[in-house]
């Protein structure tokens, strides 16, 4: 009984350990990498890339935050569009016909899609793999919609929500775990 | 019931080893030590822009980047373990204590080595895949042969010090000098690789590099997966082993551990007067 106490508590002071490690990593802050901020009207039926990253890796966030006036689609999709020259300007080479063949061929390429209405949207993507993201932005009414936006690339040790809940899950286990081995081995310190 | 009588033995030397070589608080210390540094000393981005192709190669380069921080902590367990906790017990005549229980001596030695690397792989591995499936469990999932691979090949030179850690704590039933050569063969394997790179680019052969490999794959693994890319043509320089061959020179690896490992078996049951 006495080894079995001790074991579990010692287990347990090893989870509130690591607890404290994890803790530790979803605290440091991130490095914004990159970022894109903008103000753009969107014609009726037009899209627009905001936001475009090759390699995207599970220790880096985008972050997106929108204000519209008017009705938007926002996108985020699996994909890497190429910055081309066209028409005799530089742009990407991605229009609307190529989104909606996306859209109706590829739908496991679509990481997220939202429409947003006069106001505010803010959402944060950290992949679970090595991917392309690339944010597309698309006006599907018949008015003009003003658009400010700004997306942020941030790279951090490990994603924090993930960590810190992982921590507070494993702490109290530990805790548990613990407390009869520490209350144990202090009552034979004070007996000694 | 004649195992039973020899399982109780076994494990009141197997507690017994557990309590002296995690002594309240290095167990919670090295635990503590594992999980920062698994987070902290990964990059992602230099891995996945440096070599990633295929997805074995991601998977690859994603596990060395998560290893190569927390490799120098088990290291420094082990060496902790094996040479400064073995040698200890045969000085202070632990050990000798331990061969009145009704027990074999290579049962004796069978519970110290699962105390002082069984404990510490379980620890390593657990922390280390547990932060590959919290990062990134789409690379982990799909490639787990490719991530159990990497850790076989970057853990075997580890395995190698220890085992000539204990050989040379058995043998001189003391681990301070043990404990000296440990870290010298570990810093010495860098110094090794270095100048095998540097003669395989000299004479155009790989067999250097080949013949470091033996004793440590990870190089091989490293090859296989392009660690020669754009040096080999300036160089003539051409050593891509296959999946094959990195397997061979993996288990060709072990096959020395394991017969280090053996000596000190037998060394132990045969020769060792205490």
Redesign the interface.
Known sequence: MKRWKTILGRGGTTLIVISLALLLVSIIPQLQISGVEGYVPLLPEQVQIAFDSQNLNPQQEVELAVTVEGTLKVYLLEISVEFQFVNGTFDYGFNLTDLQELLEEHPDQIIWKDQVENGNYERSYTPTRIMNATVVFYNPSSEIAYVEYDVTLKSGLAPGDKVRTIAYCAAPIGIILAIPWLLNSWKQRKHK | MKDMGKGKPFLEVL?SAIHED?R??F???F??LY??GT??L????VS??SQ?TTNEA?AYT?TTSLISGSLIVFILLILKNVAYGLGSDLEKGIIQSYFSYPLRRRGILTAKLLSALGVSLL?FLG?QIS?LY??????VLPQFGTVLLTYAANLSYPLLISAIMLLMTLILRRGGIALVVGIILYFAMSIISGIAFVVALATGSPLALQIVSVIAPSYALQYHYGGLSGVSEVFSVTWAPTLTETLLYTGASYVIVASLFVLGYIYFSRRLNL
Do not use: S
């Open positions: 507690a995690y309240f608080p167990l919670e210390l635990a503590f999980a920062l987070f902290v990964a990059n992602f981005t996945v822009y990633a991601i994603v620890l922390i932060a919290i990062l990134a469990p789409d690379i």
